[in-house]
């Protein structure tokens, strides 16, 4: 080990890991060896194992925060801001697909005072906000903006998951289907769009 121990230096080595071999295979025993430590050194940086998961979640969730963040501060237009969600989605699955399913072990909550995951809940809040505004113009029908958010959801994900399974590859096709169907999601919901 050539760099001093610390917190910082335990997440970027389980980050590593967890990009080179996967959660399950993913230990403190592993993240230790690597750093040329013993596993109970790593005690004072994290409290074990599924802090440490957490911790790189957390971090994996903040860059998708900050690309969502991006995406709002580049665009006033709710639907706009949807489609640019859902394309930083995507893009952020395709960054790191090994730490992209550490999103799921931490969903967002709904309730601000049983909410520990904070990293989740704000990225849900930006998207929910695209919908809820959307709604409010008038540029998607009447309804509950965290179930329309939620339908767009699902339909980005599938595509989100579909570019990982190697069904697309392209840069172009994956931006293309992206586009299709969140157009096709918005359209369904009573927004004006083209459907090519």
């Known amino acids: 080990m050539s760099a001093p121990l610390s917190r910082e230096l335990v997440l970027a080595t389980a980050r590593a890991q967890l990009e080179r071999d996967g ?6 025993r592993a993240v230790a060896r690597e750093l040329g430590v013993t596993a109970p ?44 969600y859902s394309r ?22 709904a309730l601000a005072d049983a909410d520990s995951f904070p990293p989740a809940t704000r990225a849900f809040e930006l998207a929910n906000a695209a919908t809820a505004q959307a709604i409010d113009e008038g540029l998607l029908a009447p309804g509950d903006p965290t179930e329309v958010g939620t339908v767009m959801w ?4 599938g595509v989100a998951e579909a570019v990982l399974m190697g069904f697309v590859a392209d840069d172009d096709a994956v931006a293309a289907l992206v586009d299709r169907v969140v157009d096709t999601v918005l359209a369904g919901q009573g927004a004006s769009v083209p459907v090519a």
């Open 88 to 109: 930083a989605y995507v893009d952020h699955a395709r960054s790191s697909p090994a730490l992209f399913s550490l999103l799921f072990l931490y969903p967002p909550s």
């Open 41 to 84: 050194a790593l005690y004072l940086y994290v409290e074990n194992k599924q802090d440490l998961v957490a911790a790189v979640a957390e971090e994996h969730f903040g860059r998708l925060v900050e690309r969502f963040e991006a995406v709002t501060d580049a665009d006033t237009d709710p639907l706009a801001r949807i489609r640019g």
């Open 23 to 28: 959660a399950e295979r993913l230990s403190l």
């Open 154 to 157: 699902c339909a980005v994900h």
